[in-house]
């Protein structure tokens, strides 16, 4: 990854600290990236913001999980196109499928493979245009 994406900006929503330390340090030199705790937190952030690109983990702290966040962020005027990969310990066949199916563009399984996540984060922000939704 090289850094001219560096004004790429990418939200990342996760109530586990390790998690939200490991994704600023495996992309953070990369993009520019905000770290969210809670639902509440990444919505009133989307209120003055656009990203590139969302990750979201399934389960939060809270009432709202990854996938109701998700419905109310597209509901948002100027996010109903931007891509949303899940980043969820939810590992079964079912669980990708079904968080699949409820909007996300993409699917990442915990613990992250390093390599891999980072790539799939650069041709998520690289083929914006390309991805459907």
């Known amino acids: 990854m090289e850094n001219s994406y560096h004004q790429k900006k990418i939200l990342y929503v996760d109530d586990d600290l390790q998690s939200r330390l490991l994704v600023r340090h495996l992309i953070g030199k990369f993009y520019d990236i905000a770290l969210c705790s809670t639902a509440e937190e990444a919505l009133q ?3 003055t913001n656009n990203f590139s690109l969302f990750l979201l983990d399934i389960r939060l702290e809270g009432e709202i999980t990854g996938i ?3 419905i109310e962020i597209r509901n948002m005027p100027g996010h109903e196109r931007t891509p949303a990969v899940a980043v969820t310990a939810f ?3 079912e669980d990708r499928e ?4 409820s909007g996300f563009s993409g699917y990442m399984a915990k613990p992250i493979a ?3 996540f980072k790539e799939m ?9 390309a991805i459907p939704c």
Do not use: G, H, M, P
């Open 45 to 47: 952030i989307l209120e």
């Open 91 to 93: 590992a079964f066949d």
């Open 114 to 116: 390093l390599n891999q």
């Open 121 to 129: 984060v650069k041709n998520y922000v690289e083929n914006q245009e």
């Open 68 to 70: 109701e966040l998700l």
């Open 98 to 101: 079904r968080i699949l199916s």
